[in-house]
């Protein structure tokens, strides 16, 4: 009888460890054709907060539209570093429009972002593509939004936009995200272990060896064994 009992929950726990695997693999899937933004003030002062949202309506208003017509995630990232040039321009010439000498620095970044809500919409923590601004010392509360498939523009809507690039079942997981905290809990906690590795094997790289410089695809051959 003890074997049997052990047998049901060993094969118990075995399904649910397939079923996170199974959303882990999801949520990646989602990571990869998704384009956020991400702005950065300069402080937590009220002042450096509003200008980072001018900053931002500034950005959304002048090349939210063609990146919003792009196909994918490539064409969208394609459009955004043809203008990188041109959107820090643009967020340069707002910050100092309002009276400030902060400087802009506008970056093509692949980052972590921790689970974020959009509405209804639970967007799962791990690695994206995202547009960066940080402003002045960017030590500030920052702001993100989806900016491909464009839910920053006024007139998106959530899932209608979601669907331009998601799978249904990928928009509905994200459109019922009350239906699995704990799977998206589970999914931050292997986003953090994974930055965690990150770091541990890239900062000390130069450190733990004499000057000797493994290739970046070293580390994340490693990576792929989490």
Known sequence: MKTITKALVSGFII?????FLGFFSRCDSISDKIFRLHIIANSDSAEDQALKL????????????????????????????EKLMEIESIAQD??????????VKAQIVHMYFSTRYYGDITMPAGYYDALRITIGEAKGKNWWCVMFPPMCLP???????????????EVNMLDSGQKYVLEFKAV???????????????????????GINFPYETGFM?????
């Open 15 to 19: 399904s649910i460890f397939c079923s």
């Open 54 to 81: 001018k900053v931002r309506d500034r950005i959304l208003n002048d090349v939210g539209m063609e990146l919003s017509a792009a196909g994918d995630i490539i064409g969208a990232k394609e459009i955004a570093e």
């Open 94 to 103: 707002e910050v100092l429009k309002n009276g400030y000498e902060y400087s």
């Open 155 to 169: 007139a998106a809507e959530g899932p209608a936009e979601l669907q331009k690039v998601l799978d249904t079942g």
């Open 188 to 210: 931050e906690v292997y986003a953090k272990l994974q930055e965690f590795i990150r770091g541990f094997i890239y900062e000390p790289y130069e450190d733990m060896i004499s």
């Open 222 to 226: 490693i990576l792929e064994m989490f």
